[in-house]
Structure formats: structure tokens, C-alpha cells
């Protein structure tokens, strides 16, 4: 129905959180789906253990899943990581590692895949930014500064790549439960909660939802270069 079966698709950061719900969703979907995460334990066998950040690796990667797969027709850049503090107290180390991670890595992770959809005339990439990159948030200068880059990423891809019928969309979510937001106490927690409508954090299929209609040649065929929000309401 919404015509991913068969085709391929790389999810960066895929064996937990959202990059897991996305990857399920997907595989439920009828396509073929790879990911790859950091380090630790995959769920299923179509894992791979790669490094954002290092290009090479990327590269590598992205030809060996072509070999096992076929052409990757859908890349979503979803993994990411967060190293708060106030402006005041962040280190550069810090700094550069969410850098390194959630912008570079974004790019390390298109760059191999952009050519060949172009010389295809097919492909549909999704990058997962967040609320904080649409509207800052304390103590988190570096974390906001890339999920805002990434958002300016796709709509430059979606300019330059419409010719070649390759779209480029974010998703952006609010405060979603993973092990991302597990730290966050209790009462911080009821805090946002009272500032977002629906009350509660998201759950990470809701955001799936929203890659897959994005990925999809079919329900979002004229959509490119857009930000969808799927955040329960939470705006301000
Ligand atoms: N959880 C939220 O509230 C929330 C809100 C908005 C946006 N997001 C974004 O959604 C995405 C997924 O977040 P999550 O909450 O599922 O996080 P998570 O911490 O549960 O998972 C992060 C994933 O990224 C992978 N990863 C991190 N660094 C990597 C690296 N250098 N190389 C390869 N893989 C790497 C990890 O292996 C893991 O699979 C992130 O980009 C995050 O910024 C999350």
C-alpha cells in the first residue's frame, strides 16, 4: 500500500529507541531494512556495528549493504546523542562529540548514498532532528545547534535533489521515551509534561509513523524539504 515493499532502506542508530521502532515498523511494511548502531548488542541480524562519525566506515558500510540488500532507495539519519550542560559550564570535548555525531555523522551517512539515487531517480531521505532544534533548550547548546543544521541539510537536499526525484524531509520530535529521556527526574519530567497539551512524552512508534510516511513513494510523493512535528502539541 504505501509502496516500501522491497525496497531498501539504512536507518543509522537502529537497534533501539526510535531508530527500533522505525526499523519494526518498516520490516512490518515489506522492506528491506538495515541498520546500524554504535556499539552494544543488535536485535536482529540485519545489524551492523558502524561509526557515524568515521566516513570511511559509512562508506564501507553502505556498499557492503548494497551487496547484501540491492540499491538503498531510503536512508533515515536518526541516530543522535546529547552531552548537556549551560553554555557557561560545556566543554569543547562535549561540544564536538554531538557535533561529530548528529551533524557529521548525518552527513557521513547521505554522502555515499546521494550519487547513486540521483543516477536512479529514486530515493527518499529522512533526517530525525527534534523540538529542541526547532526552539532551543537550556542546556542544551550543542544538542540544538545540530538538530536546527540538519533541519537547513534537508531543504538543501530537497532543492538539489527534486531534479533527480530524490526528496529530503524531517522529522522532529518532542520528548519521546527512550533511553535518551530516561535520565531526566521525575519532577523535571512533570514539568515538560504540564508544558506539553497532550500531557505525556511520545512514544517511539508514533514517531515511526511519521518516517514511513515520508519514506513513502506513494503517501508523500510531493512532499520534500518539510519539517513534520510530531511533539503532542508542544510548541512553546
Ligand atoms: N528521545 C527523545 O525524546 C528524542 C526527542 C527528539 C529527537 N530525538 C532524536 O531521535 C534520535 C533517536 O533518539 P533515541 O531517543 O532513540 O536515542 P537512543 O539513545 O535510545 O538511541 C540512539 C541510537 O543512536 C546510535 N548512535 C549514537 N551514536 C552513534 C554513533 N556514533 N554511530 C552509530 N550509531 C550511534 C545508538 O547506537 C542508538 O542506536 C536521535 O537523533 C535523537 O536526537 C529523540
Redesign the pocket.
Known amino acids: 500500500m504505501l509502496g516500501l515493499e522491497g525496497k531498501v532502506i539504512f536507518v ?8 527500533a521502532a522505525i526499523v519494526n515498523l518498516l520490516e512490518e511494511m515489506g522492506a528491506k531494512v538495515a541498520y ?5 548488542k543488535g536485535e536482529k541480524g540485519t545489524g551492523y556495528v ?4 568515521d566516513p570511511e566506515e559509512m562508506t564501507q558500510l553502505m556498499a557492503q549493504i548494497e551487496q547484501d540488500l540491492g540499491p538503498i532507495y531510503g536512508v533515515v539519519c ?4 546529547t552531552r548537556d550542560a549551560l553554555a557557561t559550564k560545556l566543554t569543547t570535548s562535549d561540544w564536538n562529540e554531538v557535533v561529530d ?2 551533524l557529521t ?1 548525518v552527513w557521513n551517512t547521505i554522502q555515499p548514498n546521494l550519487a547513486g539515487m540521483y543516477e536512479r531517480k529514486e530515493g527518499s531521505v529522512v533526517l ?5 532544534g526547532e526552539r532551543g533548550n537550556i542546556g542544551q547548546i550543542n544538542y540544538a545547534a545540530t ?1 536546527g543544521a540538519v533541519i537547513a541539510m534537508a531543504k538543501t537536499l530537497a532543492q538539489e535533489g527534486a531534479r533527480y526525484k530524490v526528496r529530503a524531509n524531517v522529522v522532529a ?4 521515551e ?4 530516561k535520565p531526566i527526574p521525575e519532577p523535571v519530567k512533570e514539568k515538560i509534561y504540564a508544558q506539553i497539551p497532550m500531557r505525556r512524552f511520545g512514544k ?1 512508534e508514533e514517531i515511526a509513523w511519521a518516517v514511513v510516511y515520508m519514506l513513502s513513494p506513494v503517501a508523500s510523493s510531493f512532499v520534500t524539504g518539510h519539517v513534520l512535528s510530531v511533539n503532542g502539541g508542544h510548541y512553546m
Open positions: 543509522s542508530g537502529g537497534n533501539r529507541g526510535i531508530g546500524n548502531y554504535r556499539s552494544g558502524a561509526n557515524v562519525t536518526n541516530a543522535g546523542i555525531t548528529n555523522g530525525v532532528s527534534s523540538i529542541v538538530k520530535p518532542g520528548f519521546i527512550t533511553d535518551m529521556t517511539p
